[in-house]
């Protein structure tokens, strides 16, 4: 009679999630290399991209697509823009913790309402959310400052030391990101197993013992948060906040970061975001062209790579990657998670 | 140790000069923040053609000299997209290409979102917007290119009053930054002139504005102000007020566009009684402006009639690089701006306003116009004198 | 008592334009399964042909609405042939592809025929009226065109076997597509058969309101809102959410205010979806 | 290594049970009981609302009247995950595993869900390695062969560790060469994990090699129980099967 085979440990965190860290933990250093301001604001553009695109990241894992990312942003832009401005609150940790924790806890109430929602109902109650968020910036004048927003935030301050300057932004913004890719990194790592089995058969899940919707509402509270932390570090490079910088179609992009990056890899959603946004800076010198020619990038880049470019990346490496692909192949599959569409 | 450029060119080879590093060609480079996609584009089209017609002129007619040396003007446009972060990341690409000298952006979340980068990086700005707080002590490097509502709505409501006659008025804009700031000065100015107003706010994006058209007439207006709504959407308002009956004057205190307003409207006749704020007092100055233009640029003017607003602030601010003598130094530029009396050859003379308004006198006021039409029919345009510090 | 009466039928000529643009949406959706973000770039596409065969050719309006609603319905169906086709069975990258051309449609536009709103009649101008209660002959026209549309589309959906077989590929295509189904005819057709809906009503609405490369953007939102109220993939759900939608934008844009409207109206909506997720009359959401 | 002690497995107590969607009478005034470590089997006609009942019972439906009981907490109207947590686990007529998993992968998720550790899935090796699931190990569940799919459905029930298990038509699909597996599934529940099982299915040698007791359904009534034997002989059994004795075929076969 055969012995189990022994299974061997997976690692807590892949390949994938320790390159993004590892990445991410460079992005620390771009502002001690270089002064020039562009190279810092592109930087700066692409984390705050990236940690939002999360947002998007984490919901994808159960085959859910959120375009909820600008609401909860809002919601930790304006927390932090508050906090600053009216009660002088600015250290920057005491910042993250509210723009994480409010974003989280106002999901909870909206996570219980929606997370029964299945596909394509999913998709577009987290699209009216957004449309509501936009309005209620507008109108809740005392609180948000209405249509002006909330303008002259006080620079914030780490251990009482005052970062003012674009390099200090950068590595606020770089903090930032590293603190809300650990976390998605650590949730989708941990609960790989149950993300997977929601997005595989739910039902099958249930009767095996899983609470789905617990898990459901406690990743869309998570993903909340980390976009908390995508608006205060974009409120914090703009020094205000304001309803332009949340716009419901600004969901759109956020969702194109994951999914032309690599929907199934967190690896995916850092250089969806790095590419795409540098494409728009690109193309921004294009003038009328530039919403046209982003178009085209995404259409091309939808047909070309059906898994994203990590996908292109994968399938480059099975083919010329010496090592058996067979163990890849499982490897990729436990690793992603990526079962149908 | 500076060498000039005339004698160095004779005596050696250009590509050795560059080796040596005498004193360089004087190269100054604009930036212009432009909305050039979306809603608002056609603003944005009219300030990166009046800085790139403003630019060839100063080569051609070498107005900037710096210590001797004739300077090119080169001109960066980046498209904004209206919004905040998009103006943001725009200024600090100027940032990354040294330019120090920036001529836009149009909107009032753009001007939002420049200003923190335009501080940190010591530049020097003519922005637009008719945000209330668009200009301000705590900005000394960023200058206003025209008086808002606050400064010639006054006279437009003064003309408005001897033709028709109006005891109230209705306000109404969009809800965004754009159009609470505008309807609210309005308000106030209607309100001194004895004209009760109502303000009457739309969510941008609105497409059929029978609906609030029928809420503005419930309160029995005598007159209607669009304030400044996008002339799209101000177009499809002035055709449904008449469709619903109404048959007042309509004032139009924002932005130009009334061309614009006119072909959605369907035609003057539907416009009917209508004044508006035109920039620009459309005489011999100002069409040889457009000829000047048409023969430098090889192609007709943008329609948007901002362009004369910018083409004043992009000669009012290269006219202030040639008195600082320096191309970079916004401290200098800023200084030397302030000194220089509000001209222009086209355009006419006016002020420097702001003080009592925006708390710095940073706003430069000019000569513009009362657009009238009466009965469907255009009448002549009216010219105004710049407005003084009230 | 009239403000009611004529805010109503404000709200009806509203409901209308809706209706045939969530037509449109609905079939696309009901049929491939494909949220279609660029149906806005139809809507606009259709406004602007119509105005260069009417105003600047000088052919007749009713011509040039069908030249717009011909080119629309075949831009459809070659983009469906060539780009959707290809991702059909991935729906996040339809939502890309679709996302994607709209960007392309609208751009092209304002590189075309530039920002400024262009001046494009609608040919009847008169107005109806009766004390307070006031409509302009056109709304009538596009009310009239839309009952016809809705029909026609019904009886085709409900009464031909085309629409049979359309409606079978929508329940399980699989087993669609064994019987027989040719999808490389249906799909193509029932997607260019919606953006054709989306340049008529482009070439009907657009001289009534406004012509400006940015129409199309706040079409996706109430095309949203009128899908979820009534019910994805049900074509008089979507009819009847599309009247209920512009009855409710009315009334709370008279008695409330612009903007409070809008989020009255989007507070509604979110309400309703989560009290009744498959909307007012759609089947239980496919497990899109 | 008796493991009936070891969990202390509960009675499950159905008592008038009754469903309908609408107008339309799935099964109605239904009680029978399934002791720990016995077993009962369930036969029916098609339509007979077997299905339904392991769906209302196991939570994932509501019942219009009576109550089910697992020990003394009831167990009807509850979600399908706390049942299952309870011990009450029902198992599925098609396949049902996660696609695109290795078959350790799907039992690793069982396990996980329900909150037991790899030694309980140590202890179902020999059932394993019978179904020959062991060569497959990381072999991609989904590519399997139907067969082999359907035991690995089965056996991550059994991994959960129930207190009682719902099995649905589990023979179904099978090659008769594959039925005796669901015999030593079914021996092994009872033996070593000492649950109760509760078997619907169409398989009469299956019932009758297995079951000490039956109830039969039929146009949703309770019209028979008791000895597989005799029930199966009794006239009204087999015109609800056959639909009156015109055809002498005895076995229904169901593919």
Redesign the interface.
Known sequence: MKELPASERAPFFGTYEKVTLGLLLLAFAVPFLTR???????SN?ILIAATAALGVYIMLRMDLMSFAVPAFMAVGGYTVAMLGIRSGVTDVFALAAAAFLVSALCAVPLGWMILRLKGVYFVLVTFVLTEICQ?LL?EAGPLTG????L??MPSVTVFGYEM???SHVLMITAGLAFVGFLIAAVLTRALRYEFAAIEKNDVLAESLGLACWKYKALAFSVAAGVSGLAGFA?VN????A????F?PLSSVNYITYAIVGGKGSILGTLIGAAILVSAT?FF?????L??GLYGLLIIVMTLVAPGGIMGLAENFFRRFGKRDSKALETKVAVQSGSGHS | MKISIGRLLCGTVLASAALIGGATACELKVGVP?V????A??WG?AL?GAMEFAAKEAMEEKRIVINGVPCTVSVM??????????A???M??F???NIKVIVGPVG??EV??MK?VAK??RMVAMVNSF???SIGP?WPTVFHIGPGPSGWAGPIIDEGLKRFKFKSVAIVAP???????IASVNAQIFKAKGVAPTE????R????F???V??ML?AKPDAIDLASSP???A??IVKQLR???FNGPIFRLGGPGT??IA??A??YDVLKDFLWFEPIAMDDNTRALEKKYEKLMGAPRP??ADFFRWVFAARMTLKAIQAAQSIDDAEKISAAMRKLPVEDEHIGKGHWIGQKFFGINQEMSYPFAIGIIEGGKQQPYKRADAVKEG | ME?LI??GL?GI??GS?YALLALGFTLIFGILGVVNFAHGGFYVMGGYVAYFCAAIIGLPYPLAVLVAVASTAALGWLFEVFILERVINDHQATLMVTMGFYLVIA?AI?VIF??????F?FPL?G?W?AGAI?I?YANMVVLGVCLAAIVGVYWLVYRTNVGRSMRAMAEDRPVASALGMRTKMLFPFAFSLATGLAGLTGALVTPI???????G??VL?FSFLTVILGGLGSVSGATLAAFLVGLI???????F???K??LILFVLVLVILVLRPQGLLGKEARRA | MSALSSNGGETLRIEQIAKSFGGLTVFQDISFEIKPGALLGVIGPNGAGKTTMINTISGRLHLSSGRAMLGNTRVDGQSVFDNAKRGLVRSFQQTANFSGYTVEDNLTSALRFSGQDRSSLSRLTPLLDRFGLIEHWNRNAEILPYGLQKMLGLTMALATKPRMLLLDEPAAGLEKSERTNVDIYVQYARDEIGCGVMLVEHDMDLIKRLCREVIVLDGGRLIAQGEPADVLNRKDVIDAYLGGADDEDEHAQHS
């Open positions: 020039n301001p562009q190279i810092l604001s592109q553009l309005l507008f209405g249509s002006n927003g303008v002259g003012y300057d674009n974009l490079m703009l020094l205000t304001h309803p332009t910088s716009s800076e921004a010198l294009r003038g009328e530039s919403p | 432009a050039l996609s979306g809603p584009a056609q089209i990166r446009p980046i498209d904004t997209k209206y919004t905040a972060e998009g943001a990341s725009a600090n690409a940032a990354a290409a009032s979340p939002t979102g923190p940190r990086n945000a209330k707080n705590e809800n965004d930054q754009g159009g609470t700031d009457e706010y739309y969510q994006g609105t497409t059929n029978a609906p609030i029928t809420r419930a002339a799209g959407d177009g499809i469709q619903a009956g061309e614009e072909r959605v369907g035609g329609e948007n | 403000g004529a805010t404000i000529s509203l334009q751009t304002l530039g920002a400024e709103s262009p001046q009649d101008q107005v009226r006031y302009p309101l406004a012509l400006a490369p940015h129409v953007d706040p939102a934008e009315a009334y709370a844009a008279v008695y205010g612009g903007s409207g809008a």
